[in-house]
């Protein structure tokens, strides 16, 4: 296994009204990767990290739709300094379910930006040492969801990361399309 993490969320929300709520997210996670020994004390990835969110949703129609918008702040406190850093992060999405066979469509897209706190010793390679690393991380999630009989869904997502960095080995794009079918049961009660 790469990573292990472990990790404690709080979370408070706020029901103004029915159209209102306001969701305070904290967590705190630890992170311990398999590094292959030996390696430079500035490679080690194993980190604390702290974040603080909020995500205020408008909701219409009883939660047929709504649309939402955030803001989070975390530090990563790793114990190599190649990869420590502060981020902000910028969220939006939507759900709207359309008034024929109860299809909901639904997209979130987040950006963070990551600022790392000192100069990666191995990058660039031309001049290690000279500069710190800056990324810009774009995620899109899209979902097109239909409702089959027996509480069955036939749900079809596309899932893509774009991430930029001023230094190249951390720049690259996945784009994940995936097909499912779910059954959701009735609570037992």
Not at 136 to 164: K, V, W
Not at 167 to 179: D, I, K, Q
Request: charged share 25%.
């Amino acid at each position: 296994e790469f990573l292990q993490r472990h990790a404690v969320s709080f979370f408070g929300m706020l029901v103004e009204s029915a159209r209102h709520l306001t969701n305070l997210q904290v967590r705190v996670e630890s992170k311990e990767y398999s590094e292959l020994r030996p390696i430079a004390s500035q490679e080690f990835q194993d980190a604390e990290n702290v974040l603080v969110g909020l995500l205020h949703v408008l909701r219409f129609d009883a939660d047929r739709h709504f649309v939402k918008m955030g803001y989070q702040v975390d530090r990563d406190n790793t114990r190599g300094a190649n990869f420590d850093y502060w981020g902000h992060r910028f969220l939006g999405g939507f759900q709207y379910t359309l008034p024929w066979w109860d299809v909901k469509l639904s997209y979130d897209y987040s950006l963070h930006y990551r600022d790392y706190l000192f100069r990666h010793s191995r990058f660039p390679e031309s001049q290690p040492g000279t500069r710190e690393r800056s990324d810009h991380e774009q995620s899109h999630a899209a979902r097109i969801e239909l409702p089959l009989p027996n509480n069955f869904r036939l749900a079809g997502d596309y899932l893509a990361t774009i991430s930029r960095s001023n230094l190249a080995p951390f720049s690259y794009e996945r784009e994940v399309f995936t097909l499912s079918v779910l059954r959701f049961r009735k609570s037992l009660d």
